[in-house]
């Protein structure tokens, strides 16, 4: 269908804008092995992001794992969540951890930081939430729990580029906070990542590790992958950050258009906007209530895919339900998450949605009311 609208579109600089970008690689030949763009690119997203150390990688998940090994985290257990994308669980049980699943608060669907402490035991060696949909977790909360007992912080941040909590980058909290800069997200740079901490000695060990753990021409003191962002993908980064506060103001006007027409219908629920947090408006997920609005999620989903309109039940299902967690885990130990992955859409959301897009998108899922 021609005019089927996708659930999310790839935000791009020009044509021309990115060649002459990518020009100068043509006169050096620097394609990867953090050249010029990288580097470049790099200390942009320092200073846009208000942080102090920022490494790049080829991903977000690539990301966690090499923050959990440069920690020195080999072995014990890790308190997350399991209403994420899978790749936050594989990154802990790829690194030799233990993940333990804590359930979700209702309304922004973040970890429920209430019911931390709790789960934590003498194996217990961090904390690894994950800010959702661009809602951040209760920071505060957290971080008192960690320092109390002794615990690392990792947030998954994949969500959250450009956003502040009390005027502060939100990569700035925590020891490390770990971003995907994926092409389907609010800034990209068709595939990448980056981790974001504030102390020094991480800088050497991360870049090693990122580059299999090669020290210098002869010595390799770690055992990593091969994990470097190329000057291609910088490149497009470069252009992208220029863009991206123009980028982020049209999706809030979106976002602004959906709570309009879906925030006063039964058996509906939107997420609240957080206070004092400069919003990002990544996603756009409702949580169909069926005994209210007299259809469920997988009926609006249908019923908008018949109409040429892309959404995602996002995340669905949780991680400890999926075939890979499901004999290990037990789904029913968190029932927030649980019932909210049953109930979630993400709709629609990207800088270049037509505001009669929204409309259209809008009357499909009344008419199933």
């Given at each position: 269908?021609?005019?089927?609208?996708?659930?999310?579109?790839?935000?791009?600089?020009?044509?021309?804008?990115?060649?002459?970008?990518?020009?100068?690689?043509w006169d050096s030949h620097w394609l990867t092995n953090a050249g010029s763009k990288h580097e470049e690119l790099r200390a942009k997203l320092r200073e846009y992001m208000g942080v102090s150390h920022l490494e790049l990688f080829t991903n977000g998940h690539m990301a966690i794992e090499l923050s959990l090994a440069a920690l020195g985290l080999t072995s014990g257990e890790v308190i997350t969540s399991p209403f994420t994308f899978v790749s936050t669980t594989h990154a802990i049980v790829r690194s030799g951890l233990t993940p333990v699943f804590c359930d979700i608060n209702e309304d922004d669907f973040t970890i429920d930081a209430s019911k931390i402490e709790a789960l934590i035991t003498d194996r217990t060696v961090a904390i690894l939430p994950i800010h959702v949909y661009g809602n951040i977790c209760d920071i505060d909360a957290i971080q008192e729990i960690a320092d109390r007992h002794g615990l690392?912080?990792?947030?998954?941040?994949?969500?959250?580029f450009g956003e502040t909590y009390?005027?502060?980058?939100i990569g700035t909290y925590g020891?490390?906070?770990?971003?995907s800069f994926h092409a389907t997200k609010v800034y990209h740079t068709i595939e990448g990542g980056a981790a974001c901490y504030s102390?020094?000695?991480?800088?050497l060990k991360l870049a090693q590790i990122r580059d299999f753990g090669i020290v210098d021409e002869e010595k390799v003191a770690y055992i990593g992958p091969n994990a470097k962002m190329h000057e291609f993908s910088a490149a497009m980064g470069i252009c992208n950050l220029r863009h991206v506060d123009d980028e982020i103001a049209k999706r809030a006007k979106v976002s602004e258009r959906y709570r309009e027409r879906l925030s006063s219908v039964p058996g509906l629920r939107l997420s609240p906007l957080q206070k004092e947090?400069?919003?990002?408006?990544?996603?756009?997920p409702v949580v169909f209530e069926p005994?209210?609005?007299g259809a469920d999620r997988d009926e609006v989903f249908e019923a908008l895919n018949k109409n040429g309109i892309g959404a995602r039940k996002y995340f669905y299902p949780i991680t400890t339900a999926m075939d890979c967690y499901k004999d290990k885990y037990d789904a029913d130990s968190t029932p927030v998450a649980l019932d909210i992955s049953k109930k979630v859409l993400t709709i629609p959301m990207y800088a270049d949605l037509a505001i009669s897009d929204v409309d259209r998108i809008c009357d499909v899922i009344l008419n199933c009311h």
């Open positions: 269908m021609s005019d089927r609208i996708a659930v999310t579109r790839s935000s791009m600089p020009t044509l021309d804008e990115y060649v002459d970008e990518v020009r100068s690689l690392k912080v990792i947030y998954d941040a994949a969500h959250t009390r005027d502060r980058g020891d490390v906070s770990c971003y102390d020094p000695p991480l800088d947090v400069k919003q990002n408006h990544a996603y756009f005994d209210l609005f």
